[in-house]
T-cell receptor, first 115, second 114 residues
Framework: NAGVTQTPKFQVLKTGQSMTLQCAQD?????MSWYRQDPGMGLRLIHYSVGAGITDQGEVPNGYNVSRSTTEDFPLRLLLAAPSQTSVYFC??????????????FGQGTRLTVV | DAKTTQPNSMESNEEEPVHLPCNHS???????IHWYRQLPSQGPEYVIH???SNVNNRMASLAIAEDRKSSTLILHRATLRDAAVYYC???????????????FGSGTQLTVLP
């Protein structure tokens, strides 16, 4: 199993450009989510999905779009990149809600710089 | 998620035990205590979780106070590879909505000295 795979690992964008951060998991997990992490801070939830065709907003959704057409993939789209979106982005997946006996698995992250 | 409080940073010597504390005075009876850690330039990884009883796994032990208002993550012999940010997170049974996802605080930065 590859686990959670994020691409690209690094990206530099110009202000106003758009791009898609890819996230794929091969564990047949229903739950997937995107977080961003700014320097010296914990992770903040951007968007999440509890299954194919179902997405919802997290704590900091503005400026980002998501879709979930398959169980395996959960891409994050930046429509008009802004310097404030410079951050490290992590994708996570879990079999179900992270509660009793379900752990979350994280990708290695995408380091995005918007200039 | 109920709030947790952790020290910003701790230091330990290599091959010595490390006790990482977490206070969660507003924990509810159905909240599980989860620990994750984040190694430098890596995504977070699961360490351990528990409800009431102390728990052991290959990575660590979790000691939970009798009143459940605090817990301690124990690394029995710290190695340089254990240098990371450690997050203590409470998860309620059957969380709904965005609470279904983890809420990260700032965690404890553990430095392991050779």
């Amino acid at each position: 199993n590859a686990g959670v795979t994020q691409t690209p690992k690094f990206q530099v964008l110009k202000t106003g450009q758009s791009m898609t951060l890819q996230c794929a998991q091969d564990m047949n997990h229903e739950y997937m989510s995107w977080y961003r992490q700014d320097p010296g801070m914990g992770l903040r939830l951007i968007h999440y999905s509890v299954g194919a065709g179902i997405t919802d907003q997290g704590e900091v959704p503005n400026g980002y779009n998501v879709s979930r057409s398959t169980t395996e993939d959960f891409p994050l789209r930046l429509l008009l990149a802004a310097p404030s979106q410079t951050s490290v982005y992590f994708c996570a997946s879990s079999y179900g809600p992270v509660s009793m006996n379900t752990e979350a698995f994280f990708g290695q992250g995408t380091r995005l710089t918007v200039v | 998620d109920a709030k947790t409080t952790q020290p910003n940073s701790m230091e330990s010597n290599e091959e010595e035990p490390v006790h990482l504390p977490c206070n969660h005075s507003t924990i509810s009876g159905t909240d599980y205590i989860h620990w994750y850690r984040q190694l430098p330039s890596q995504g977070p990884e699961y360490v351990i979780h528990g409800l009431t009883s102390n728990v052991n796994n290959r990575m660590a032990s979790l000691a939970i106070a009798e009143d459940r208002k605090s817990s301690t993550l124990i690394l029995h012999r710290a190695t340089l590879r254990d240098a990371a940010v450690y997050y203590c997170i409470l998860r309620g049974r059957g969380d709904y909505g965005s609470a279904r996802q983890l809420t990260f605080g700032s965690g404890t930065q553990l430095t392991v000295l050779p």
